[in-house]
Antibody, heavy 119, light 107 residues
């Protein structure tokens, strides 16, 4: 049974940094992984993707240069390093497993971790 | 970047109704479209991928169709558990993007 568990969320001041983690279990091989966020009361926003081997990363324009997605396959863990945080980054952040070998939709999701950026 | 537009934003319906939600892409995405259901306080759940393929474990009353720029999600006979918010998602090209969501409410 696939399980994704996010951690690392919390409250931070504008300009600050946080690193989110997503621990995966029940996955027998590496897949591409996503981060998706949802601001309070708003819709879903795709944030970033990393290939199964970490060879390529992709980002939504609003986080380019500030966020970095990475993974440690030996630890079955996905990360999102978030720097220069802004109020508009306040959201629940979900990690999600990509379906299939090539980049695709999200077939398993974590429960989410809340990031609040406020002074 | 590809913009995804869903309609309607809110839909009121009754148990047993057949409902359809539409998603339009700002440019062709072939069939690289997924649909998700989300309930309050929960993570989204994948329903449909590649426009019309039913994810394992999803009831057959859910179906998807379309290609290119216009897509639909149909629920053939609404059940009480189906009242939720639905999102389309294009994965044709990065940056991926979601529609703004359709909230399905009880009439």
């Amino acid at each position: 049974q696939v399980q994704l568990v996010e951690s690392g969320g919390g409250a931070v001041q504008p300009g600050g940094s946080l690193r989110l983690s997503c621990a995966a279990s029940g996955i027998t091989r590496s897949y591409g992984m996503h981060w998706v966020r949802q601001a309070p009361g708003k819709g879903l926003e795709w944030v970033a993707f990393i290939r199964h081997d970490g060879s390529n990363q992709f980002y939504v324009d609003s986080v380019k240069g500030r966020f970095t997605i990475s993974r440690d396959n030996s630890k079955n863990t996905l990360y999102l390093q978030m720097n220069s945080l802004r109020a508009e980054d306040t959201a629940v952040y979900y990690c999600a497993k990509g379906k299939g070998v090539v980049p695709g939709p999200c077939d398993y999701w974590g429960q989410g971790t809340l990031v609040t950026v406020s002074s | 970047d590809i913009q995804m537009t869903q309609s309607p934003s809110t839909l009121s319906a009754s148990v047993g109704d057949r409902v359809t939600i539409t998603c339009r892409a700002s440019q062709s995405i072939s069939s690289w479209l997924a649909w998700y259901q989300q309930k309050p306080g929960k993570a989204p759940n994948l329903l449909i991928y590649k426009a019309s393929s039913l994810e394992s474990g999803v009831p057959s009353r859910f179906s998807g169709s379309g290609s290119g720029t216009e897509f639909t999600l149909t629920i053939s006979s609404l059940q009480p558990d189906d009242f939720a918010t639905y999102y389309c998602h294009q994965y044709n090209s990065f940056p991926y993007s979601f529609g703004q969501g359709t909230k399905l409410e009880i009439k």
